[in-house]
């Protein structure tokens, strides 16, 4: 089963900034298979990401997605407000099917 | 537009059972493969289970031989059914519909407490 580890495990930042978030796999991850979630509280996770660099529908182009391999990283140019919230990475493994996700990043305002 | 409403959710004795409904509208469950994911209390996303359009099943192996997912295509619905419930089953149940192998829509989520 491949591990993702999510780094770091807190990010303060302020709005305005940006952030860097990172996904590392304990094996290769088929790129096409990766994706980014947001999770405000008490919500559901929200897609933002998949493929690792595509955008889902309605997430703002200041969210970007990249990396291949075992490193992937999820970028948010010029922080909003509504932006501080934890950030889940997620990949699929195919034999058997399943999925796994990274214990996530809290982006917290300074 | 895409809904998922999770129901059925509540307090349950340890050892007991539990069937979580998920109510889908806006597309159609039997062509689409769907999933559940839980998260427990303050912590991170599980995936416990899959369906497929051809009605293949695949489960964590937390939850295998403990948990069933099935789907009734005439009501849009698809289900878990959870048995031999234990304190480590507490969590949120989301109910997600799987395409490109990620999960693109959310229902709001079910709350499951196994406790005395």
């Known amino acids: 089963e491949i591990v993702l580890t999510q780094s770091p495990g807190t990010l303060s930042l302020s709005p305005g900034e940006r952030a860097t978030l990172s996904c590392r796999a304990s094996q290769s991850v088929t790129s096409g298979y990766l994706a980014w979630y947001q999770q405000k509280p008490g919500q559901a996770p929200r897609l933002l990401i998949y493929?690792?660099?595509s955008r889902a529908t309605g997430v703002p182009d200041r969210f970007s997605g990249s990396g291949s391999g075992t490193d992937f990283t999820l970028t948010i140019t010029r922080l909003e407000p509504e932006d501080f919230a934890v950030y889940y990475c997620q990949q699929y493994g195919g034999s058997p099917p399943g999925y796994t996700f990274g214990r996530g990043t809290k982006l917290e305002i300074k | 537009e895409v809904q998922l409403v999770e129901s059925g959710g509540g307090l349950i004795q340890p050892g007991g059972s539990l069937r979580l409904s998920c109510a889908a509208s806006g597309f159609t469950v039997s062509s689409n493969y769907m999933s559940w994911v839980r998260q427990a209390p303050g912590k991170g996303l599980e995936w416990v289970s899959l369906i497929y359009s051809s009605g293949n099943t695949y489960y964590a192996d937390s939850v295998k031989g403990q948990f069933t997912i099935s789907r009734d295509n005439s009501k849009n619905t698809v289900y878990l059914q959870m048995n031999s419930l234990r304190a480590e089953d507490t969590a949120v149940y989301y109910c997600?519909?799987?395409?490109?192998?990620?999960?693109?829509?959310w229902g709001q989520g079910v709350l499951v407490t196994v406790s005395p």
């Open positions: 997600a519909r799987v395409i490109r192998q990620n999960f693109d829509y």
């Open positions: 493929g690792a660099s």
